[in-house]
């Protein structure tokens, strides 16, 4: 029938999650000029990174994301001074110490207040 066409065409674009090379990314704003890096090993440091990634655009700040203790969590972000093409950056093949990192656009979660839990007075 072609109202249960309808009805299967506005849930799927009612759907917010982007879908990317097969990964379902967050809900949030697109961060401009800065690269979600994934599968850093703990023998990567920034220097590393950030000069494997000078060959894309002027680099200005590699960010490992660690735990409490500081140790690395594996993933990252890479942001650029100037505009640089992420789309680009993501489909290339970029391997560190033999590792192929996980690239992907860099997107801001929203409502990360929404989990705050107020303490008791």
């Known amino acids: 029938t072609p109202n249960s066409t309808i009805s299967r065409e506005t849930s799927t674009q009612s759907s917010s999650a982007a879908v990317s090379q097969g990964y379902v990314l967050p ?9 979600f890096v994934g599968g850093i090993d703990d023998r ?6 950030k000069s494997c990634f000078g060959r894309y655009g002027s680099v200005k700040e590699v960010k490992i994301i660690t735990d409490r203790t500081g140790v ?11 505009d640089v093409d992420v789309q680009k950056i ?21 409502n990360l207040c929404a989990y705050h839990v107020q303490p008791r007075p």
């Open 27 to 35: 809900e949030g704003r697109i961060m401009p000029n800065t690269v």
């Open 72 to 82: 690395s969590k594996g993933y990252g972000f890479v942001s650029f001074f100037n």
């Open 90 to 110: 993501v489909e290339s093949q970029i391997h560190i110490q033999g590792k192929k990192l996980k690239l992907g656009p860099a997107i801001r979660k929203q």
């Open 44 to 49: 990567m440091d920034a220097t590393e990174i």
